[in-house]
């Protein structure tokens, strides 16, 4: 019978000193579960490195000497850390990790990639495509039937989706960055993600706006140059080291007369703030600071981690379903010695009437009886697969292998 | 009672019961949401019948009569609603809509416009200027839901609500746009509408809703010269809704004053 091994390490317990020893990229991933044999899946992302095994001996030892190979001059550090789960537990831990549910950040989308990716790459037989295809519905039907990655888990994240609450589509909307740092690009690099485009990057100093514009095919902009982009631009986000506001309520309201209405987001990451605070008391216009954005992501990590209960209710189901699946693989071998034996018998009884037939009434007896012979054994199937579903596979098994005489003529050669 | 009269019974329960499960929605998206979509379409099915049921079994135009004419405007504002209430986004629209659907419908049935083998043999122009009225009327409702939802909206972000991206509500640049699609539609048929009452028009026919309407139409055309010159947003929503004021308030009390 086999039996499905998980051993691995996670960001719950291993410290990131091992994770990185243990870590693998995708192509080294594969490589291994290539050298594992078949049947051999390796996950590894920044959180985890485990490994999946499927065979009819037992894997798990042969898992533990690879992680403990992987770990090097650390593998002293492994035993306390290390997690290995078999069949329903280890199908289960893969479904909550494909749905998000063991992320950092409960629901992020990036692991469902990676779960798939690692499936691709895995060497995988009949147990384990099974295993990762249902893992992988688990994970699409938890982000499809639950809220749970719908909302911003970061603050640049947060000011993409506030943009996407404001402008219907962010399609061609235009941004203007003030400022060259690190946050105002991964917000821009996430509202370009979904569709934006850079129009201006202002800075203090030309030749740093350059830089990041360049990367972006924007143009660059002294801080003295504002007025003629802010009239046409859809979403400003701002990230100077300036000690004074870089736009007060006055250069906006100027601005906004050209502008016949349309809205503006502001999104202010910079402390001490770069924008006049009292701009978000012009009509359409809608200011966050970094403040509000981490509040935001605060309230929808809550949301989120509310909805991960009604996701751990959707894999509690997809693992039963898997579990019954597992066990229905008990009964297998016997349903496929019954079926062999009735055809068997079917076979050699038409032989013996085949002299006496013509090809047209041989072709219609063959039919017959091979529907007599599918309508005889799906109610037997059916309810072998539920028994074995219901933990009594093994006695109703060993009674249709009784009653048949199933194997015995095995047993005596 | 004949039996497909009852289908206002039915009818009533599904928008009712959509009216409450939208309030669920606020929660967050989920199960309610899509309950609250299905008893809308419920509903709209069963009193469909029950249009068809009026039309089949009356002489002339069945819902020529206050509580008739009621009947048909829930049932055309319910309709349009329905092209973009199905979608999870656009379902909050159904917490501005539902609940006065689901009263305007008893109000109908309480009023007898919902019985049947009633109607009066005012001939097809009358029914033609009826139906398209209650069509514009119908859309202007629908754009002032919008408004609404956009004022709501705009607020929450303007005051920086924690919980504003957990509620799905539809972005402010689509209920701007979808709610001046709305009066546009809604002018348009009140303008064929009116066009047609004409045709029956006469001397002296002046009255009080007729004077009302127009300074509907007025109220409508201004608010979108203004929306070309620049007022979107906010101002555009708020004048919406007085425009729908008039509609929602004005116009019945006239109606009933005469």
């Known amino acids: 019978m086999t039996r499905l091994i998980l051993v691995g390490v996670s960001h719950h317990r291993a410290p990131i000193e091992l994770r990185e020893r243990v870590a693998l990229d995708p192509e080294r991933s594969a490589a291994l579960a290539a050298h594992l044999g078949q049947e051999a899946v390796v996950l590894s992302t920044c959180n985890r490195t485990e490994l999946y095994l499927a065979r009819p001996d037992d894997a798990e030892e042969l898992a533990v000497a690879t992680l403990t190979d992987l770990a090097g001059d650390r593998a002293e550090e492994l035993g306390a850390v290390l997690y290995r789960l078999s069949d329903e537990a280890a199908a289960l831990h893969l ?47 938890v982000r499809v039937e639950t809220a749970i990655g719908e909302s911003p888990a970061s603050v640049p994240a947060a000011g993409a989706a506030l943009a996407q609450q404001v402008f ?3 399609s061609g909307k235009r941004i203007l960055l003030l400022g060259a740092g690190k946050m105002s690009e991964l917000t821009a690099r996430n509202l370009v993600s979904r569709g934006a485009q850079i129009g201006a990057v202002a800075n203090r100093t030309l030749e740093h706006a350059q830089v990041l514009a360049d990367s972006f095919g924007a143009r660059a902009l002294g801080l003295d140059e504002l007025r003629e982009e802010l009239a046409i631009a859809d979403v400003v986000v701002a990230s100077t080291s300036s000690s004074e506001p870089i736009l007060r309520k006055a250069d906006v309201a100027a601005a906004l007369r050209s502008r016949k209405g349309r809205p503006l987001l ?23 600071d970094v403040d509000d954005l981490e509040a935001v992501v605060a309230e ?100 249709v292998r009784h009653l048949f005489g199933l194997g015995e003529e095995e047993r005596r050669v | 009672m004949p039996m497909s009269e009852l289908l206002v019974v039915p009818a009533l329960l599904a928008y009712g019961e959509a009216a409450l499960a939208y ?14 979509t299905w008893g809308v379409r419920l509903g709209w099915l069963a009193q469909t019948a029950l249009l068809v049921g009026q039309a089949t079994s009356a002489d002339g135009f069945p819902w020529g009569t206050w509580a008739g004419a009621l009947n048909l405007f829930v049932w055309l504002v319910v309709g349009a609603y ?31 416009g919902t019985g049947l083998e009633q109607g009066d043999d005012s001939g097809l122009v009358l029914a033609i200027h009826v139906g398209l009225m209650l069509a514009g009327f119908a859309s202007l409702t629908l754009s002032a839901g919008m408004a ?41 048929l009140l303008a064929l509408g009116i066009g047609a009452g004409a045709a029956r028009f006469e001397r002296g026919d002046v009255d009080a809703a007729m004077v009302v309407t127009l300074a509907i139409l007025a109220v409508y055309a201004t608010l979108l010269v203004l929306r070309h010159e620049g007022w979107r947003g906010r101002r555009a929503a708020l004048l919406n809704l007085c425009g729908f004021a008039l509609v929602a308030v004005v116009l019945p009390l006239t109606h009933f004053a005469q």
């Open chain 1, 266 to 288: 502001l999104v202010d990451l910079a402390v001490p703030r770069d924008l006049d605070p009292a701009i978000n008391d012009l009509e359409s216009c809608f200011l966050y």
């Open chain 2, 82 to 112: 329905l092209i973009w209430g199905c979608r999870p986004r656009y379902r909050l629209l159904g917490l501005a809509v539902m609940p006065v659907a689901a009263f305007l419908l008893a109000l109908a049935w309480a009023g007898g």
């Open chain 1, 168 to 170: 219907e589509n962010l």
């Open chain 2, 23 to 36: 309030a669920g929605e606020l929660r967050g998206p989920g199960l309610a949401g899509r309950l609250a």
């Open chain 1, 95 to 141: 479904f909550r990790v494909a749905a998000g549910l063991d992320s950092l950040v409960p629901g992020e989308g990036e692991i469902l990639g990676q779960v798939r990716g690692a499936f691709e790459a895995g060497s995988t037989g009949p147990f384990l495509d099974r295993l990762f295809r249902q893992a992988l519905h688990a994970g699409r039907r």
């Open chain 2, 148 to 188: 609404g939802l956009y004022v709501w909206q705009e607020r929450r972000l303007k005051r920086h609500v924690r919980r504003v991206l957990r509620v799905r509500v539809p972005p402010l640049d689509a209920l701007d746009r979808l709610a001046a699609r709305g009066v546009l539609a809604g002018l348009g």
């Open chain 1, 300 to 399: 929808t990590i809550t949301g989120r981690r509310s909805e991960a209960a009604r996701a751990e209710q959707l894999v509690a189901s997809e693992g039963e379903r898997f579990r019954r699946w597992q066990a229905s693989l008990d009964v297998v071998p016997t349903i496929a010695s019954l079926r062999a034996l009735v055809e068997e018998i079917r076979d050699s009884e038409l032989e013996r009437a085949g002299s006496r037939l013509s090809e047209t009434e041989r072709k219609h007896v063959e039919s017959v009886t091979s529907q007599i012979v599918a309508k005889l054994l799906h109610l037997p199937t059916i309810r072998m697969k539920e028994a074995a579903a219901a933990a009594d596979g093994v006695v109703y098994a060993d009674v």
